[in-house]
């Protein structure tokens, strides 16, 4: 998760240089947060943002672990229908959340007022660091599975080498690979674990790097017309999304302490956010040069790195995939459930 925000700040340093940004040509309505005199209570405020860290974290807890904990419930294995159908719908969240929340969202803080003409109107970074986060999460799914797939097969090769030279091993079925008369074949089913495994992991970088902004900017807000529906709109953002990520990581076959470690990441970030913005609420300011940039280009390689996993990690594995191409019936509901995700998540937009 550091090289993406090590990118970033390499691209925000090069920018702020480059162009000779600099906060003290801004103009004053831009140095500091903007304050509406007709909603704005700090104490309201506070305690709208404490009910949102707690109500936050028992969403995305439970979201994230409903289908983790699937196989205690017959219904929500992942070779079930019904599971296909509410991954399907989390997908469909997780497609909006990129197109209709944080693009959105990097086009007003790289276009804002408060930013000079010259680069930031005259080139739309939104776009292009979309789309460079979404050549780099291909790069980095297709180098995670060539490197996985290459030391699975490098083990395979040294731990049967003295049975294949002496011509005892004819065929052997070993993990993540097969031996079959001398020639050795990376198991497809390992492969497609790998893959589940990799994908689990980036798209939970997406949603992390999200997730802090987000949290970020609540938690420094001092308006309750804003923060009251945010907290709604989140809640139900949380649990949908963490159903998409938990099926991706129950897919991963990953242990007990792995499960953990990423199901505590995706709970505890936005509700971190959330916190870190409170204590920084009397020295950050959501309208000042340096925040706009940073806050735009993250949302804009986040936003790359949804769409991409939603797309083709997501969406297209699975339609592609043999269960939902033998039967028409399920991959017509399949699409639906992804149309009612996306939609609920678009309508949440006119609050968040």
Same mark, same amino acid.
């Given at each position: 998760?550091?090289?993406?925000?090590?990118?970033?700040?390499?691209? /925000?340093?090069? #920018?702020?240089?480059?162009?000779?940004?600099?906060?003290?040509?801004?103009?004053?309505?831009?140095?500091?947060?903007?304050?509406s005199?007709?909603?704005?209570?700090?104490?309201?405020?506070?305690?709208?943002?404490? +009910?949102?860290?707690a109500? +936050?974290?028992?969403?995305?807890?439970?979201g994230?672990?409903?289908?983790i904990f699937?196989r205690?419930?017959?219904?929500?294995?992942?070779?079930?229908? !019904? /599971?296909?159908?509410?991954k #399907? =719908?989390?997908?469909?969240?997780? !497609?909006?959340?990129?197109?209709m929340?944080v693009m959105?969202?990097? /086009?007003?803080?790289?276009?804002?007022?408060?930013?000079?003409?010259?680069p930031?109107?005259?080139f739309?970074?939104?776009?292009f660091?979309?789309?460079?986060?979404?050549i780099?999460?291909?790069?980095?799914?297709?180098?995670?599975?060539?490197?996985?797939?290459?030391?699975?097969?490098?083990?395979g090769?040294?731990?049967?080498?003295?049975?294949?030279?002496?011509?005892?091993?004819?065929?052997?079925?070993?993990?993540h =690979?097969h031996?079959?008369?001398?020639?050795?074949?990376v198991?497809?089913?390992?492969?497609q674990?790998?893959?589940?495994?990799v994908?689990?992991?980036?798209?939970?970088?997406?949603?992390?790097?999200?997730s802090?902004?987000?949290?970020?900017s609540?938690?420094?807000?001092?308006?309750?017309?804003?923060?009251?529906?945010?907290?709604?709109?989140l809640?139900?953002h949380?649990?949908?999304?963490?159903?998409?990520?938990?099926?991706?990581i $129950?897919?991963?076959?990953?242990? #007990?302490?792995?499960k953990?470690?990423?199901?505590f990441?995706?709970? #505890?970030?936005?509700?971190?956010g959330?916190? !870190?913005? +409170?204590?920084l609420s009397n020295?950050?300011?959501?309208?000042?040069?340096?925040?706009?940039?940073?806050?735009?280009? $993250?949302?804009?390689?986040?936003?790359?790195?949804?769409?991409?996993?939603? !797309?083709?990690?997501?969406?297209?594995?699975? =339609?592609?995939?043999?269960?939902?191409?033998?039967?028409?019936?399920?991959?017509?509901?399949?699409y639906?459930?992804?149309? $009612?995700?996306?939609g609920?998540?678009?309508?949440?937009?006119m609050?968040?």
């Amino acid at each position: 998760m550091a090289l993406p925000t090590k990118f970033l700040v390499v691209i /925000f340093f090069f #920018a702020s240089h480059a162009f000779g940004l600099s906060e003290t040509n801004t103009p004053p309505q831009c140095s500091r947060s903007t304050i509406s005199t007709g909603c704005h209570n700090k104490s309201q405020a506070l305690e709208l943002k404490l +009910i949102a860290i707690a109500s +936050i974290l028992t969403t995305s807890v439970i979201g994230v672990c409903l289908p983790i904990f699937s196989r205690a419930v017959p219904a929500l294995k992942p070779d079930t229908d !019904l /599971f296909v159908l509410v991954k #399907a =719908f989390a997908s469909g969240v997780i !497609l909006a959340t990129g197109y209709m929340h944080v693009m959105p969202d990097s /086009f007003d803080d790289l276009r804002s007022e408060c930013l000079p003409e010259n680069p930031w109107k005259k080139f739309p970074f939104t776009t292009f660091v979309a789309m460079l986060s979404a050549i780099f999460t291909l790069m980095v799914d297709s180098y995670a599975m060539s490197y996985y797939r290459k030391r699975n097969l490098e083990c395979g090769v040294e731990s049967n080498m003295d049975a294949m030279s002496t011509g005892k091993l004819e065929s052997q079925t070993s993990g993540h =690979f097969h031996v079959n008369n001398g020639e050795i074949r990376v198991d497809e089913n390992a492969s497609q674990l790998l893959r589940y495994r990799v994908v689990a992991q980036v798209l939970e970088l997406g949603i992390v790097v999200h997730s802090i902004v987000i949290g970020l900017s609540m938690g420094a807000s001092e308006n309750p017309c804003t923060i009251r529906p945010l907290v709604a709109a989140l809640c139900f953002h949380q649990l949908f999304e963490g159903m998409g990520l938990g099926g991706c990581i $129950l897919q991963a076959e990953y242990g #007990a302490k792995m499960k953990g470690i990423l199901v505590f990441f995706f709970s #505890a970030t936005t509700p971190f956010g959330i916190a !870190l913005g +409170i204590g920084l609420s009397n020295v950050y300011s959501e309208n000042s040069p340096t925040a706009l940039i940073v806050v735009g280009l $993250l949302n804009a390689s986040s936003a790359g790195l949804l769409n991409y996993m939603a !797309l083709v990690d997501l969406l297209a594995s699975d =339609f592609m995939g043999d269960k939902l191409q033998r039967s028409m019936k399920l991959q017509t509901s399949a699409y639906i459930a992804v149309l $009612l995700g996306a939609g609920a998540m678009s309508v949440m937009a006119m609050w968040a």
